[in-house]
Structures are given as structure tokens and as C-alpha cells.
């Protein structure tokens, strides 16, 4: 049967790529329910096949030519285009999210397509204050920012002329997203069957059971992994600050069984290591690893993971095998971040030949180390091993890897036997994962259910 495509297209600068990963992973779930009517297509620069031989608006389609446009702004409105992008009167556009969103608005005044969603988010912005360059440079955006929000959505006397909807969070955001495109969706049915539409059976697009049962989530399992939208963005963000201050490290804890390991890789690793949700970041390398992973040493475990295929391999192409790393890990771990520099950049450039090429920013590798609290229960762990260990990954931090690790919270007064550990969570290098929520846990139910075809019997009393 056919469907008609709908292209929903995904307006924002680049302080918001978490924003951006969720309208993707919400049109799909949209998909899901609406499949048997639309082939929802979104519209993301990032997946598009964009030319070094142009800049990126001349090579995507524009705003104009789309169904629905989903503007979300935070604290900047993004860089200038080229003198060629020009309004009637010969004045240049701020940048290219003021191009979509007027070249939105004026095909919608024209032609009365496409719909108009614009986003805020109302969170103070991540500004950094230690380069003063940039401070100044984020602030003239925010005021660039403040001046389009004011120009187009109100009046002289402060009352709105236009609807925009603000949110704190990235999983209120969500919500947010959700319920509206929805009802967009079931307008246009509407319209199309002349009345309000029942929904078909949603397709399955996930094989077999998507619920894991007592195993965790991997890495594999991102699109059925749901319901900690708001403790992903948090953690992401916490990582992207504490890089900001040098030190991306950063600990969960939880009760036993809460969902910290699933959380740590089909949640954070599956999301921050996704094209343009970190800013700056280019090719990402990841390793996990769990204390009870090592034969004997944790270093040495720590080390054949970083350098196992689908991590860092390029270390032992330079020469850095897995016991010569471990060693320096154990011994000399302020000396890591060379190698682990150049083997990243190594990795970088060998990508920039591949299709698709790796995103242009800075190459980076973050470790997850599940269970933590192995360090304390673990019989073939000495002292001296747990202090090199947790000295090595903090070396590891200070020298630009990203650090995520988990741990029971009944092992939290374990940290202050190991002064660096305790040194490495102070403060924003900790996240307190709390139980779900009500609306988390009917999320943890009814998405993923809905991505393998499977429906709710409804009692007619209620509806």
C-alpha cells in the first residue's frame, strides 16, 4: 500500500544535538504507530550527503519543501551564511537557523505549509568562563539569540504575536515533541478520511522481545531502551561540563538493580557518541570494561580493552601493545595521553576516507567502567591495585578521555578509602540515579512494546 511521504525537518544550531538525537528517535516512534498512513522522513543535515565543494544550506532540502519544521533554540542562534543567502530587501540572514525558520514561516504565510513548531529551551546555557574568547563570543550569541526571540514572537508591549513552547529538560522536551507531532499527525488524517482516524496495528521494526527481562541493556538494544530520557541528557551534560572544567569523569550511582549498566551503555554511551550531540566532538572510540573483566590486573584488563578491536586498536598499529599499556597505566599513568592522542588522530584520519566520513571536530574515546564496586568485593583485588587503578583513570580523565563508571550506592562510603576516587566525584563527578517515575515506567513499557508490534488491550469503559 502506498504511503505518502511526510518530511519533518529538524531546525536548530549546534548547543542542542541532544534535542536533535531525540526528534529523530520520537519521529521513529511516531513512525512506528503512524506507518500504516506516512513514511515519516526526517530531515537532518547529519544525514545528509553534504559536499566540501559547497556550505551545508544550498546542498539540503530547504525548509520550504517540507511537511513540518521543528525549530529548537537554547542559548545561540548560530554562525552567519555566505552573502549569496539574502532576503528580498538585500539584508543577510544571522545564521542559518534564522534562514529555515523565516524560509518556514514565509512558504507557511504563502502556501500554508509547512507547520511551524518552534521550541526554547529555558535552562541557563553552559557558558564557559575559562577562555575568554569564547565567553565573549557565547554571549554576543545569546544576546543575537534573545533579539530573534523578541523580533518574532513579540509585541512592543512584551505580548506574544506567535506561539513557541519553553521546556526545562530534555525529557520534557520530549514529551513536548511528541504530543505535538501526534496531533499534527492525526490532523492530517483528519482531513484525509474526513473524520478522526482509529490507528492501525502498529509494523514491528524490533525482532523478537524487546525487554531484556535481568539482563541489561547493551549498546545494541538503544532503540528499545527507554524511559531515562531525562538522566541521559543529565549525564551527557555533566560530562560535557566537567570536560569543560578538564576532568570528564563522572560516577553513577544507584541501588542494585535500578538499571545503572543498562543506563551507562544502551542510554549515555548509545546517545553521546551519536553525530552532533557533543559539540566539537568528531570520530568517537569506545571501550567498556568491568574490574572483574581482568584475569589478575586491573590495568592490564583496563589496557586490553582500550586496545581491542572496535576500541582504540590503532594503539597497537603504533606500536602500544596491551601489556605495554598496562604497564604505563599502572606505573606512569600521567604519560597515557600521548599515545592515546595520537592513536585517536591516527584513527581520525584514516576515517576521513571512509563513507560516511567521521564528523569533523576534535577524535575522542570514552570508557565506561561498569560495577565499580568490584574494586571492593573482588578477593584478587590488593589495595595497591585499586590505588593504581583508580589513579590511572584519573589520569585518564585529566588527559581528555571521557570516564563514565557505575557503582552500587551501598558501596559510596567505600570512595573515601581511596583519596582519589573520592577527589574524582566531588561535586559534579556524580550522578544519583533515582528510581523511575510513573511516566518513565509506562514509557519502559509502551515504547518498546510498540517497536515490536505488540498492543494493549483497552477497556471500552475508559475511552
Given at each position: 500500500?502506498?504511503?505518502?511521504?511526510?518530511?519533518?525537518?529538524?531546525?536548530?544550531?549546534?548547543?542542542?544535538?541532544?534535542?536533535?538525537?531525540?526528534?529523530?528517535?520520537?519521529?521513529?516512534?511516531?513512525?512506528?504507530?503512524?506507518?500504516?498512513?506516512?513514511?515519516?522522513?526526517?530531515?537532518?543535515?547529519?544525514?545528509?550527503?553534504?559536499?566540501?565543494?559547497?556550505?551545508?544550506?544550498?546542498?539540503?532540502?530547504?525548509?520550504?519543501?517540507?511537511?513540518?519544521?521543528?525549530?529548537?533554540?537554547?542559548?545561540?542562534?548560530?554562525?552567519?551564511?555566505?552573502?549569496?543567502?539574502?532576503?528580498?530587501?538585500?539584508?543577510?540572514?544571522?545564521?542559518?537557523?534564522?534562514?529555515?525558520?523565516?524560509?518556514?514561516?514565509?512558504?507557511?504565510?504563502?502556501?500554508?505549509?509547512?507547520?511551524?513548531?518552534?521550541?526554547?529551551?529555558?535552562?541557563?546555557?553552559?557558558?564557559?568562563?575559562?577562555?575568554?574568547?569564547?565567553?565573549?563570543?557565547?554571549?554576543?550569541?545569546?544576546?543575537?539569540?534573545?533579539?530573534?526571540?523578541?523580533?518574532?514572537?513579540?509585541?512592543?508591549?512584551?505580548?506574544?504575536?506567535?506561539?513557541?513552547?519553553?521546556?526545562?529538560?530534555?525529557?520534557?522536551?520530549?514529551?513536548?515533541?511528541?504530543?505535538?507531532?501526534?496531533?499534527?499527525?492525526?490532523?492530517?488524517?483528519?482531513?484525509?478520511?474526513?473524520?478522526?482516524?482509529?490507528?492501525?496495528?502498529?509494523?514491528p521494526h524490533w525482532p523478537g522481545?524487546?525487554?531484556?527481562?535481568?539482563?541489561?541493556?547493551?549498546?545494541?538494544?538503544?532503540?528499545?531502551?527507554?524511559?531515562?530520557?531525562?538522566?541521559?541528557?543529565?549525564?551527557?551534560?555533566?560530562?560535557?561540563?566537567?570536560?569543560?572544567?578538564?576532568?570528564?569523569?563522572?560516577?553513577?550511582?544507584?541501588?542494585?538493580?535500578?538499571?545503572?549498566?543498562?543506563?551507562?551503555?544502551?542510554?549515555?554511551?548509545?546517545?553521546?557518541?551519536?553525530?552532533?550531540?557533543?559539540?566539537?566532538?568528531?570520530?568517537?572510540?569506545?571501550?567498556?570494561?568491568?574490574?572483574?573483566?581482568?584475569?589478575?590486573?586491573?590495568?592490564?584488563?583496563?589496557?586490553?580493552?582500550?586496545?581491542?578491536?572496535?576500541?582504540?586498536?590503532?594503539?597497537?598499529?603504533?606500536?602500544?601493545?596491551?601489556?605495554?599499556?598496562?604497564?604505563?597505566?599502572?606505573?606512569?599513568?600521567?604519560?597515557?595521553?600521548?599515545?592515546?592522542?595520537?592513536?585517536?588522530?591516527?584513527?581520525?584520519?584514516?576515517?576521513?576516507?571512509?563513507?560516511?566520513?567521521?564528523?569533523?571536530?576534535?577524535?575522542?574515546?570514552?570508557?565506561?567502567?561498569?560495577?565499580?564496586?568490584?574494586?571492593?568485593?573482588?578477593?584478587?583485588?590488593?589495595?595497591?591495585?585499586?590505588?593504581?587503578?583508580?589513579?590511572?583513570?584519573?589520569?585518564?580523565?585529566?588527559?581528555?578521555?571521557?570516564?563514565?563508571?557505575?557503582?552500587?550506592?551501598?558501596?559510596?562510603?567505600?570512595?573515601?578509602?581511596?583519596?582519589?576516587?573520592?577527589?574524582?566525584k566531588e561535586g559534579a563527578g556524580?550522578?544519583?540515579?533515582?528510581?523511575?517515575?510513573?511516566?518513565?515506567?509506562?514509557?519502559?513499557?509502551?515504547?518498546?512494546?510498540?517497536?515490536?508490534?505488540?498492543?494493549?488491550?483497552?477497556?471500552?469503559?475508559?475511552?
Amino acid at each position: 500500500m502506498f504511503r505518502p511521504p511526510l518530511r519533518i525537518f529538524i531546525s536548530s544550531p549546534g548547543d542542542v544535538g541532544l534535542e536533535r538525537e531525540i526528534c529523530s528517535r520520537v519521529i521513529e516512534r511516531l513512525q512506528g504507530k503512524f506507518g500504516a498512513h506516512f513514511e515519516l522522513q526526517p530531515v537532518r543535515w547529519e544525514n545528509q550527503a553534504v559536499r566540501a565543494t559547497s556550505t551545508f544550506q544550498p546542498q539540503i532540502v530547504p525548509p520550504s519543501q517540507t511537511d513540518i519544521v521543528v525549530c529548537v533554540l537554547w542559548s545561540r542562534l548560530g554562525t552567519p551564511l555566505p552573502e549569496e543567502f539574502q532576503r528580498p530587501d538585500g539584508s543577510r540572514y544571522g545564521s542559518g537557523t534564522e534562514w529555515e525558520f523565516e524560509e518556514a514561516l514565509r512558504a507557511h504565510q504563502e502556501h500554508g505549509t509547512p507547520d511551524l513548531l518552534v521550541y526554547r529551551r529555558t535552562q541557563a546555557p553552559l557558558i564557559s568562563i575559562h577562555d575568554d574568547k569564547q565567553y565573549a563570543e557565547r554571549r554576543t550569541q545569546y544576546q543575537a539569540l534573545e533579539a530573534f526571540v523578541h523580533k518574532w514572537f513579540f509585541n512592543e508591549d512584551g505580548t506574544f504575536k506567535a506561539a513557541f513552547k519553553g521546556y526545562e529538560t530534555v525529557d520534557a522536551f520530549e514529551r513536548l515533541l511528541e504530543a505535538d507531532l501526534q496531533q499534527l499527525l492525526l490532523e492530517r488524517l483528519s482531513r484525509q478520511a474526513g473524520t478522526r482516524p482509529g490507528l492501525e496495528p502498529p509494523p514491528p521494526h524490533w525482532p523478537g522481545s524487546p525487554f531484556r527481562g535481568l539482563n541489561a541493556f547493551e549498546l545494541e538494544h538503544a532503540k528499545v531502551f527507554c524511559g531515562r530520557t531525562r538522566a541521559i541528557g543529565d549525564i551527557c551534560e555533566g560530562l560535557v561540563r566537567r570536560a569543560d572544567a578538564g576532568c570528564p569523569f563522572l560516577l553513577i550511582f544507584g541501588m542494585s538493580g535500578c538499571g545503572k549498566s543498562s543506563l551507562a551503555r544502551a542510554g549515555v554511551l548509545a546517545t553521546l557518541t551519536r553525530p552532533g550531540v557533543v559539540e566539537g566532538a568528531g570520530l568517537w572510540r569506545r571501550c567498556q570494561f568491568r574490574p572483574s573483566d581482568a584475569a589478575a590486573n586491573l590495568c592490564q584488563g583496563l589496557a586490553a580493552a582500550i586496545v581491542a578491536d572496535g576500541a582504540l586498536a590503532e594503539l597497537r598499529t603504533a606500536g602500544v601493545d596491551a601489556a605495554q599499556l598496562g604497564t604505563m597505566l599502572a606505573e606512569a599513568p600521567q604519560h597515557v595521553a600521548v599515545p592515546l592522542g595520537m592513536a585517536l588522530r591516527r584513527a581520525a584520519e584514516d576515517g576521513a576516507g571512509q563513507s560516511p566520513p567521521p564528523e569533523p571536530g576534535t577524535p575522542r574515546l570514552i570508557v565506561v567502567v561498569d560495577q565499580l564496586e568490584e574494586l571492593f568485593t573482588l578477593a584478587a583485588v590488593t589495595d595497591e591495585q585499586r590505588r593504581q587503578f583508580v589513579r590511572a583513570l584519573g589520569a585518564l580523565a585529566r588527559g581528555g578521555v571521557w570516564v563514565l563508571a557505575t557503582m552500587r550506592s551501598d558501596f559510596y562510603h567505600r570512595c573515601a578509602e581511596l583519596s582519589e576516587l573520592a577527589a574524582l566525584k566531588e561535586g559534579a563527578g556524580q550522578y544519583d540515579l533515582l528510581p523511575p517515575t510513573f511516566d518513565e515506567i509506562d514509557q519502559m513499557i509502551t515504547y518498546p512494546a510498540r517497536a515490536a508490534g505488540l498492543c494493549f488491550e483497552r477497556d471500552p469503559r475508559t475511552e
